[in-house]
């Protein structure tokens, strides 16, 4: 077996090097709060890792008013609060000459004027050969205007031109339903190329997430087992202790439906239920995801009220702390009917999921932040072991631990040791951090600006895959139009979850699992 300390782990099996390219990174909204806690300390990330081309800058760009060495502090602190690498100055001070900044206003041609002359001159003292990439971590309702502002001064090269190139990362909310969605996708296709868009999924880039496929399709033993025949159902759970946290304005019209499901549980559904790819390219890749997006059997009539569950945390109690409810959250409409929980039974109706239940559930202020995927097998026949009505033996569950104390376990039936035969149910554990130590995983957002600078669009999301994922998001937004709700069912904040929720799944014999 490969040992990963001794060997170079990449030399087992497929080795996929990222190349990144020289490149100024352009943050619209580099004052901003992702920028601060997010896309800052992941470039310093991949500098003290040194991943980040040789020729690098990064341009904040945004309305406050900053100085080059304003811009660095502001970075510095982002660092020191939220980097996983420590803040060491002799890391920072090579990474910090990496920094510009320019004020802007995003209505305002001058300021792309402004910023096609300084990129200009930072171009050549970087040396990051003309290549661009701007990040829009802004407003959704501003992506429009800046790209066709990019264009009118003429920041942008065309797609096929071969020297030098220009790409577009844009954030979640990807729109708000699929009519929105379109439209946001038409302004971007009307300045970029598809292949020069890059529409960010975070959950994409976390580790655990890309071993999903390696899992399933660098081991033979799962995938022989790995349909209806097997597998009794499946059940993903996206749970947060946080509350809704200062994004009240956002999180109001937004809501768990959006703001989670959408985009990362439908993700998680997708790497579950794909088909095998027959290469890791990125068209491949999302192609496959797409399939499976297309399968998922639309909410009709009222099964929106029949298999999907919302709520709101009530008032309760986390690690012990008092925390309100979300009504009374500041910023929140003391009648506000957003849901902040959501579970529902889907199903993806093709010729290997045909009946397997798919149980999705995600919340805010929950008991823990967990965010797993089980596979629950069928039970063995009641012969043998499993005689017992009364006791019958536990199934197997393979469960993905996504985050945090990131892992897989497989719950197997053993004797229990003794004269008798008692059988006890145990797990097989594998744990990320003791296996490749606590610091060894990247941040998501490292492992997405290193493919964005790299040109591979493997993990981020194609046009026609977040509109299906509207698609059939929209099933459920038109039920809900159809029957407004006045109230909605509350869980204690600290729990998990409604009993509605318990219920939707019960009634199929299931429960969710204890995480
Ligand atoms: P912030 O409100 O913190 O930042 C917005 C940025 O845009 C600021 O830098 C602001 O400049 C700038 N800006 C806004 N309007 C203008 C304008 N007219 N001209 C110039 N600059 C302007 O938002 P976030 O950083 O939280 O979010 C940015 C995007 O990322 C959003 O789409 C959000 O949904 C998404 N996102 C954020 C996450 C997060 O954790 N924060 C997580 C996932 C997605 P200034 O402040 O200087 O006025
Ligand atoms: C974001 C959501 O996309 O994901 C937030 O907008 C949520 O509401 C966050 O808190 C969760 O991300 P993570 O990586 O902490 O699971």
């Known amino acids: 077996m490969a040992d990963y300390q001794n060997e170079n782990p990449l030399t087992v099996g497929l080795e996929k090097t990222l190349h990144p390219q020289p490149c100024s990174l352009v943050i619209f909204g580099g004052s901003g709060d992702l920028s601060r806690r997010k896309l800052l300390p992941a470039l310093y990330n991949l500098a003290f890792d040194g991943l980040l081309p040789t020729g690098f800058a990064a341009i904040g760009f945004a309305r406050s008013e900053m100085a080059d060495h304003e811009f660095r502090a502001f970075a510095a602190e982002g660092v020191q ?4 690498r ?12 990496s920094l510009f900044y320019r004020t ?3 209505e305002d041609p001058k300021s792309y004027a402004e910023l096609k002359a300084a990129l200009e001159a930072i171009e050549s003292q970087r040396a990051t050969l003309g290549n661009r990439v701007f990040y829009l971590a802004i407003p959704p309702t501003m992506i429009g205007l800046c790209v066709k502002q990019l264009q009118a001064a003429g920041l942008i090269y065309p797609a096929k031109q071969t020297d030098r190139f220009s790409r577009i990362v844009v954030e979640k909310p990807l729109g708000r339903d699929l009519e929105t969605a379109r ?3 038409d302004e971007l296709g009307e300045v970029f190329d598809e292949s020069q868009i890059y529409r960010i999924d975070h959950y994409l880039g976390k580790e655990t997430v890309q071993n999903i496929l390696v899992m399933r399709f660098g081991n033979s033993i799962f995938e022989p087992l790995w349909d209806q025949k097997n597998i009794d159902h499946v059940q993903i759970t996206v749970a947060e202790e946080e509350g809704v946290g200062t994004r009240a304005g956002y999180y109001e019209e937004a809501g768990a439906l959006r703001d989670i499901v959408q985009n990362h ?6 790497m579950t239920a794909m088909e095998p790819p027959y290469q890791m390219n990125a068209e491949v890749i999302r192609s496959h995801k797409l399939e499976v997006l297309r399968c998922l059997r639309p909410m009709v009539d009222e099964d929106f009220q029949r298999y999907v569950v919302r709520a709101q945390y009530a008032a309760g109690y986390c690690r012990g702390v008092e925390v309100p409810g979300y009504r009374n959250e500041q910023g ?3 009648d506000s009917t957003t849901e902040t929980y959501i579970a529902m039974r889907v199903f993806v109706d093709n010729w290997r999921w045909a009946g397997v239940p798919f149980y999705l559930r995600t919340g805010k202020r929950m008991a823990k932040r967990a965010t797993e995927i089980t596979v629950q097998y069928k039970t063995v026949p009641r012969v043998l072991f499993n005689v017992d009505a009364a006791n019958p033996l536990e199934p197997n569950a393979l469960s993905l631990r996504i985050q945090p104390d990131e892992g897989i376990s497989l719950r197997i039936s053993a004797k229990l040791p003794g004269p008798k035969v008692r059988i006890y149910p145990v797990k097989m554990d594998f744990r990320y951090g003791s296996t490749f130590g606590a610091q060894a995983s990247p941040e998501a957002y490292e492992r997405l600006l290193l493919e964005v600078m ?6 981020f999301m194609r046009r026609d895959e977040v509109e299906a994922a509207w698609q059939w998001i929209s099933s459920i937004q038109q039920g809900w139009a159809r029957n407004p709700a006045k109230w909605l069912p509350e869980y204690k904040a600290g729990t998990w979850g409604p009993v509605e929720a318990d219920r939707l799944i019960e009634s199929d014999g299931r429960q969710w699992r204890t995480l």
């Open 81 to 84: 609060k939220f980097s996983r």
């Open 86 to 97: 420590r803040y060491e100055a002799t890391h920072w001070q090579d990474f910090e000459r």
């Open 104 to 106: 802007a206003s995003f």
């Open 183 to 185: 439209k946001l996708n």
């Open 265 to 270: 549980i439908l993700q998680l559904v997708c």
């Open 332 to 334: 929140i409409r003391p």
């Open 454 to 459: 790299a040109g591979d669009a493997t993990l």
